[in-house]
């Protein structure tokens, strides 16, 4: 997977790139004026992160497969838990847990795989996925929260 931001992002776009980055193991870099489509030409044969701005704070997440269609966007906004610290996120093995085609779309795009019901991955890193709310767990603690505020597939 491969994450990006809008073009002049804010400290808590980055932040939250970063995070996301840093949650799915994966390569953030920064935009700068490189076109979507640039962005997408680099990253072909990878998940592409697009993570855009409202109001100069994180406001969407738009997913595209490795061919560059947008598969899932959501309209978003975020809380940071502070009860665990980046450097006590594991890598390794990631479960998708939920239901709705929210969790359908992203086990599928991520995992190849239906998501899960409930996971038994307590140890690892857990993307939960309900119709209102992402979170990302680690250990089963909350590392980062994006409510959903709407969302538009394809």
Do not use: W
């Not at 995070?19 to 489509?37: M, N, Q, T, V």
């Not at 939960?128 to 603690?141: C, G, M, W, Y």
């Amino acid at each position: 997977m491969l994450i990006t931001s809008s073009r002049k992002p804010s400290s808590g776009t980055k932040q939250l790139c970063k995070k996301l980055a840093l949650f799915f193991d994966c390569k953030y870099i920064a935009r700068g004026k490189s076109s979507i489509e640039d962005i997408i030409q680099s990253g072909l044969g990878d998940v592409i992160l697009i993570v855009g701005e409202y109001h100069g704070n994180p406001g969407s997440l738009t997913f595209y497969d490795e061919f560059g269609n947008v598969k899932i966007s959501f309209l978003i906004s975020s809380t940071y838990p502070n009860n665990i610290s980046d450097k006590q996120i594991r890598t390794g093995l990631l479960d998708i847990e939920g239901f709705g085609e929210a969790a359908n779309i992203l086990s599928n795009l991520l995992l190849n795989l239906p998501p899960v019901e409930k996971s038994e991955n307590i140890e690892g890193r857990v993307l939960r996925v309900t119709p209102d709310k992402i979170e990302f767990l680690n250990n089963n603690i909350c590392f980062l929260k994006l409510y959903v505020k709407g969302m538009k597939t394809n």
